[in-house]
């Protein structure tokens, strides 16, 4: 059995997931202190935790971006591993692809 692969179909798709999260703009209202909920204790309450919501959707968007950058890297130095391997190189490979599991269930959690 032969394992067949597409090195530039690699670097495609890495390169689309690296730019899943390039337009970060959704995000840049999440930013913004809500409007005004009103000067009473309640009201301020609420303000703070929409405002805790926005805070943590936006670093959430931010450690996505990341992850799918620092995937985009390892993919694309995966393919360019395969298209030097020899004998020697998959052990480097196997390092590689091993590294990437490790990094996407760091960024995961």
């Given amino acids: 059995m032969s394992t067949k692969f597409d090195p530039d179909a690699i670097k495609k798709a890495a390169g689309e997931l690296g730019a899943i999260m390039d337009d970060m703009s959704a995000f840049a209202d999440l930013k913004t202190p809500a ?7 309640v009201a301020k309450w609420l303000e703070r935790i929409v405002q805790d919501r926005s805070d943590g959707v936006s ?4 450690h996505l971006q990341v992850a799918l950058e620092n995937m985009e890297t390892t993919l694309t130095q995966i393919a360019t591993d395969f298209e ?3 004998g020697e190189n998959a052990e480097k490979i196997k390092s590689s692809i091993a590294n990437l599991q490790t990094e996407i269930n760091k960024d995961i959690s």
């Fill in 35 to 41: 409007s005004s909920a009103g000067t009473f204790e």
């Fill in 59 to 62: 670093l959430h968007a931010e």
């Fill in 84 to 86: 030097n391997a020899d």
